[in-house]
């Protein structure tokens, strides 16, 4: 079973409006809201592609209730430990007249040692046969060092990890063999204590550094330049489709979803890259996540490249 894990999920507000201005009513255009929260919109994926998996996670209030009850509707099984404040409510707002969007992410609700405790109980029951794809920030009250716990609990019970998440304590998961880790171009660099981005070829070199210390397998989101794809064999790179962006907020959840469910069926590498590539750009073009319906045309954009083969 590929379980995914979301330790800060949130109800997304997308807000068109035509201009916004101080101290008045801004009446909207329209306005949708949207379950999310980066491990929910890989389980929305993944189910989408036909492969079942549970969410897990912590959260509490109404807007989880709502979250729970998407989930249900979707079919997508779901088992999240529950807290006293209320799961958080973000808001973006795209103000037409500026072509500008405003993005309010709010921290999310407060989280005790009693519940960090519970969720790492449910972690103790996965094994070998099991896929553990943890997604996003942390509430208030969980420490980044909780990805060190869950990476030996991975390494005990066997089951492959993922992990998508911007804290450097990433680095430290390493020695317990991660199965992907898929960091975008910007938290690589700052995990190598870099202030900008560097080029390709270093780009390349961090990724390969992650392989050397025990990752196994690294997906790199360049945002609109596309992807990098390295394991211990070979380093792919794809490019980004073209289209009119929409929204960006779940196209790294959606690259994410799309290959590590090609990985699970055993899709070849460089088809994996393009198809994962191609659904994150449809993601990007609309107000939520792909339905992979127009993923093939898109696919037609993307060339995947063999950059390298290790030992030859």
Do not use: C
Not at 56 to 76: H, K, P, R, W
Not at 202 to 209: H, N, P, Q, S
């Amino acid at each position: 079973m590929i379980y995914t894990l979301t330790l800060n999920p949130a109800i997304d507000l997308f807000i068109d409006t035509k201009t916004m201005q101080p101290n008045v009513v801004n009446r909207t255009e329209s306005y949708d809201i949207q379950a999310n929260g980066k491990g929910v919109n890989v389980s929305f994926i993944l189910k989408r592609l036909g492969i079942e998996n549970k969410a897990l996670g912590i959260g509490g209030g109404f807007t989880l209730n709502y979250i729970e009850e998407v989930l249900d509707q979707a079919e997508i099984a779901n088992d999240f430990v529950h807290v006293k404040d209320p799961t958080r409510i973000n808001v973006f707002t795209r103000v037409q007249d500026e072509n500008q969007e405003y993005k309010l992410v709010n921290k999310g609700p407060k989280t005790d040692a009693s519940q960090i405790e519970q969720l790492l109980t449910k972690l103790r029951q996965l094994n070998q046969n099991d896929v553990l794809s943890l997604s996003g920030s942390f509430s208030e009250g969980i420490k980044p060092d909780i990805l060190v716990e869950i990476a030996k609990i991975a390494e005990i019970n066997h089951f492959k990890l993922v992990l998508d998440t911007s804290y450097s304590e990433v680095m430290d998961t390493l020695r317990y063999r991660p199965y992907l880790i898929k960091p975008n171009d910007h938290e690589l660099s700052s995990w190598f204590g870099l202030d900008q981005v560097p080029g390709r070829e270093k780009l390349i070199a961090m990724g390969e550094t992650l392989i050397k210390r025990g990752a196994r397998n690294v997906l790199i989101s360049l945002g609109s330049e596309g992807a990098l794809f390295i394991n211990d064999t070979e380093v792919l790179y794809g490019n980004a489709a073209k289209g009119e962006v929409v929204n960006t907020a779940g196209s790294g959840d959606t690259m994410l979803g799309a290959f590590l469910g090609g990985l699970i069926v055993g899709l070849d590498g460089q088809a994996n890259l393009k198809r994962a590539l191609a659904a994150g750009s449809d993601t990007a073009f609309q107000s939520w996540i792909t339905d992979f319906k127009n993923v093939p045309n898109l696919e037609a954009q993307i060339q995947i490249q063999l950059i390298e083969e290790w030992g030859k």
